[in-house]
T-cell receptor, first 113, second 114 residues
Framework: DSGVTQTPKHLITATGQRVTLRCSPRSGDLSVYWYQQSLDQGLQFLIQYYNGEERAKGNILERFSAQQFPDLHSELNLSSLELGDSALYFC????????????FGPGTRLTVL | DQQVKQNSPSLSVQEGRISILNCDYTNSMFDYFLWYKKYPAEGPTFLISISSIKDKNEDGRFTVFLNKSAKHLSLHIVPSQPGDSAVYFCAASASSSNTGKLIFGQGTTLQVKP
């Protein structure tokens, strides 16, 4: 158990819908990351937050947004869902957000029908 | 552009022998490297890391070697155990970006046979 929690574990929804994925980092970690793993792609970095502020953005679609709240938990919002958004979404956390170990949560499996 | 490459999709090793997993990178700004192990439908589990100021780091059965001139790192597992069977990912980051953004390789599936 990494100490990072993610909910829900599974999510099935239809095209065009909007969903919210939630992540609670390990106690003491200030940085939260979101990654996407789809079948034909490896783990792709989406976005990083540090202590409530956005620190880095990867290839995150405009239909996707995220935020980190004062209690340090984070949410990833996916809207206007398409079939191709079906993937595993992982959250990770680390202490300082640069050159430190990222610990991953168990992931949310999103299926868009 | 694949900045981190794991050229062997799979590796099969006998229990008790050494497993060597390889990873190459192209971005010379990468200075922090990690190895993760992943089971299906689970999140990646951190194994070991190395920064570019070192060329070797050990933790129990796991050793990571870094060859900066060749832009190559490897993970050695000795002795290999059946429970080590999983997908192994190497990942890299650049401290100059002031972010923790990790670039992952495509993974190598390790099978350890009893």
């Amino acid at each position: 158990d990494s100490g990072v929690t993610q909910t829900p574990k599974h999510l099935i929804t239809a095209t065009g819908q909007r969903v919210t994925l939630r992540c609670s980092p390990r106690s003491g970690d200030l940085s939260v990351y979101w990654y996407q793993q789809s079948l034909d792609q490896g783990l792709q970095f989406l976005i990083q937050y540090y202590n409530g502020e956005e620190r880095a953005k990867g290839n995150i679609l405009e239909r996707f947004s995220a935020q980190q709240f004062p209690d340090l938990h984070s949410e990833l919002n996916l809207s206007s869902l398409e079939l191709g958004d079906s993937a595993l979404y992982f959250c990770a956390s680390s202490v300082v957000g640069v050159m430190d170990t990222q610990y991953f949560g168990p992931g949310t499996r999103l299926t868009v029908l | 552009d694949q900045q981190v490459k794991q050229n062997s999709p799979s590796l099969s090793v006998q229990e008790g022998r050494i497993s060597i997993l390889n990873c190459d990178y192209t971005n010379s700004m990468f200075d922090y490297f990690l190895w993760y192990k992943k089971y299906p439908a689970e999140g990646p589990t951190f194994l070991i890391s190395i920064s570019s100021i070192k060329d070797k780091n050990e933790d129990g059965r796991f050793t990571v070697f870094l060859n900066k001139s060749a832009k190559h790192l490897s993970l050695h597992i000795v002795p290999s155990q059946p429970g080590d069977s999983a997908v192994y990912f190497c990942a890299a980051s650049a401290s100059s970006s002031n972010t923790g953004k990790l670039i992952f390789g495509q993974g190598t599936t390790l099978q350890v046979k009893p």
